[in-house]
């Protein structure tokens, strides 16, 4: 697997590029801004970016799509129950104080048990609402990682205060779509350290009640 990680944008969102390291295709997950910066990663890196991912539609994770999607021509994926949230971006930003640009159409509306592919590595689309109404979590079980955005964070959970935003379905996902993966699994957050599947059953204080 291609791993390569870099925090971006103004509240330091973890962006990633993963794939595969044969073909040396690969995602770009959450470019939450300095779209210049990742392409240059991207280039430094030899890789070719053939999809962007977004975990949820918030200001902070979208900031670089529309720059890093004019560079590289890749098709941008987004869970199809984020459609709202997506599209009312500049609503959002201006609560924030935040001016977004305008966000290009995605190609690619996804859902539970879709395949995100970059040559031969694939992240699986799980669905997991409560942070936001349509947060996906991106699995690859061949190296045991997943990619989830801020529905789970080392020994804390996602906000559920944004617009429809639930704690009751934030930990029901958690519970369902994250804690039925392997222990081992590497856990990779939009905001954070890496952490593990296990580590948080054992040790995350917000769901102590649901292992
Ligand atoms: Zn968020």
Redesign the pocket.
Known sequence: MLFQMMQVGPLAVNCYIVGDDKTREVLVIDPGGHARQIHEMVQNLRVRVTGIVLT?A?FD?VLGIEALKRATGAPLYVGADEKFMYEHMTEQGKTFGIAVPPLPDPEHWVNEGDVIRAGNFELQVLSAPG??PGSIALYNAENGVVFV??VLMRGTI?RTDFEGGSMEELLRSIRTKLYTLPDATQVYS?HGPMTTIGEEKRMNPFTQNYV
């Open positions: 949820h918030h994770h942070h936001s955005g801020d996602g939009g």
